[in-house]
């Protein structure tokens, strides 16, 4: 059972144009959304997070929206770099039942390719 | 600086044989996890450790084990009734008021 999924493998776009990958999840009881940006061989880096109070939240190029009631989140890159290539993981952090324990639950990943 | 340090970079193993995958913080953090990573696919968890000498089981624990005898160590033993132990292997830690992970840069662990 997925619970976090990211349908598209993977994206192509032209250097200059925006970026938008999609990440869906089930489970209500996550409450907090992480981006992570991943090259092969090495482990991912944090890139973005929100709330599940937010909406929006914008960090330079990068810009997470989340919808709740879809239970759907985006990362918008504008202006897409070549540099930006790389495998984009989408989590999601909920608390375990053992008191301040988390957990975070990541999407299968997608392979953005930013063409110069 | 401070991280975390995920030894060796690569590792080979022969059908059979256990193998230990080396984790280290000195981030002071306390809670550490193991995930694996397969083409195609995200990263799953295998073990978790919120404190000092307790950890539990994450979604595909089965033929792993773990100990966590001190905060900064966490190895993670891929035994030999794991059936697909060919993967990137993950550590990360995390501070106790945030809910993002640091990583490691990983192994990769392949079975010949």
């Known amino acids: 059972d997925q619970q976090v999924k990211q349908n598209s493998p993977s994206l192509s776009v032209q250097e200059g144009r925006i970026s938008i990958l999609n990440c869906d999840y089930t489970?209500?009881?996550?409450?907090?959304f992480l981006w992570y940006k991943k090259y092969p061989a090495e482990g991912p880096t944090f890139l973005i997070s929100?709330?599940?109070?937010?909406d929006k939240n914008e960090d330079g190029r990068f810009t997470v929206f989340l919808n709740k009631s879809a239970k759907h989140l985006s990362l918008h890159i504008v202006p897409s770099q070549p540099g930006d290539s790389a495998v984009y993981f989408c989590?999601?952090?909920?608390?375990?039942?053992?008191?301040?324990?988390?957990?975070?639950?990541f999407g299968s990943g997608t392979q953005l390719t930013v063409l110069p | 600086d401070g991280g975390i340090t995920q030894s060796p970079k690569y590792l080979f193993r022969k059908e059979g044989q256990n193998v230990t995958l080396s984790c280290e913080q000195n981030?002071?953090?306390?809670?550490m996890y193991w995930y694996r990573q397969d083409p195609g696919q995200g990263l799953r968890l295998i073990y978790y450790?919120?404190?000092?000498?307790?950890?539990q089981k994450g979604d595909i624990a089965e033929g792993y084990s773990v100990s966590r005898e001190k905060k900064e160590s966490f190895p993670l033993t891929v035994t030999s009734a794991q059936k697909n132990p060919t993967a990137f292997y993950l550590c990360?830690?995390?501070?106790?008021?945030?809910?993002?992970?640091?990583f490691g840069s990983g192994t990769r662990l392949t079975v010949v």
């Open positions: 990360a830690s995390r501070e106790t008021a945030n809910y993002g992970y640091t």
């Open positions: 489970n209500s009881m996550f409450d907090y």
């Open positions: 929100i709330s599940s109070i937010k």
């Open positions: 989590a999601a952090s909920r608390t375990l039942s053992s008191g301040s324990a988390r957990q975070l639950t």
């Open positions: 981030l002071n953090h306390d809670a």
């Open positions: 450790s919120q404190i000092v000498n307790d950890f």
